[in-house]
């Protein structure tokens, strides 16, 4: 998993040099990882689990909120 962490990141950011500390690399798949968690409705922290660095953690909260807030209006009205 950390592999590919390491590509996509270098491919996204179009730095193929770019390399990180173990401690980046932790977060990222902690990261990672707590989105898997998140997807199946629960978390690394309700399975007593390390968590990613905090910044990471608002990421995936704000994901998590826009995903709860793109409904489709026009369908809704239509249904209703």
Do not use: G, W
Not at 7 to 27: F, G, Q
Not at 47 to 60: A, F, G, Y
Request: aromatic share 4%.
């Amino acid at each position: 998993m950390h592999d590919d962490i390491v590509c996509r990141l270098r491919s996204t950011l179009n730095m193929p040099n770019l390399l990180l500390s173990d401690d980046e690399l932790r977060n990222y798949v902690l990261y990672k990882l707590e989105l898997l968690f998140n997807a199946t409705s629960t978390s690394l922290e309700k399975h007593k689990l390390s968590m990613p660095d905090e910044r990471l953690l608002v990421e995936i909260r704000n994901r998590l909120l826009k995903e709860e807030l793109n409904y489709d209006v026009v369908d809704l009205r239509s249904q209703h």
